[in-house]
């Protein structure tokens, strides 16, 4: 079972990306699948989810960051637009389900700077 995220890069503040998170050997529609980041000294948080049509979206990404599932892909989508200096960080998934195991993406690095 492998998560892989990927889709980051380095964009101009204003910019725009889109992270992917693939699985293979699990079937992601029945996971709540979770996205992440850790910036430089700081904890790891969480920023959104989304468990089978209902998001969640912390205040700093609010109304700029939309999550999105492809089940037919078995990929869940995070897309970042008017991306902040303050976004930079290593972006993580993570894909949960009630008694089954813990997955995690490995991390994809966005830098917003201009």
């Known amino acids: 079972v492998q998560l892989q995220a990927s889709g980051g890069g380095l964009v101009q503040p204003g910019g725009s990306l889109r992270l992917s998170c693939a699985a293979s050997?699990?079937?992601?529609?029945?996971?709540?699948v979770g996205w992440f980041r850790q910036a430089p000294g700081k904890e790891r948080e969480r920023i959104s989810c989304?468990?089978?049509?209902?998001?969640y979206y912390e205040d700093p990404v609010k109304g700029r960051f939309t999550i999105s599932r492809d089940n037919a892909k078995n990929t869940v989508y995070l897309q970042m637009n008017s991306l902040k200096p303050e976004d930079t960080a290593v972006y993580y998934c993570k894909a949960t389900a009630p008694l089954k195991p813990i997955y995690w993406g490995q991390g994809t690095q966005v830098t917003v700077s201009s």
């Open positions: 050997g699990v079937g992601l529609d029945y996971y709540a």
């Open positions: 989304i468990t089978d049509d209902t998001t």
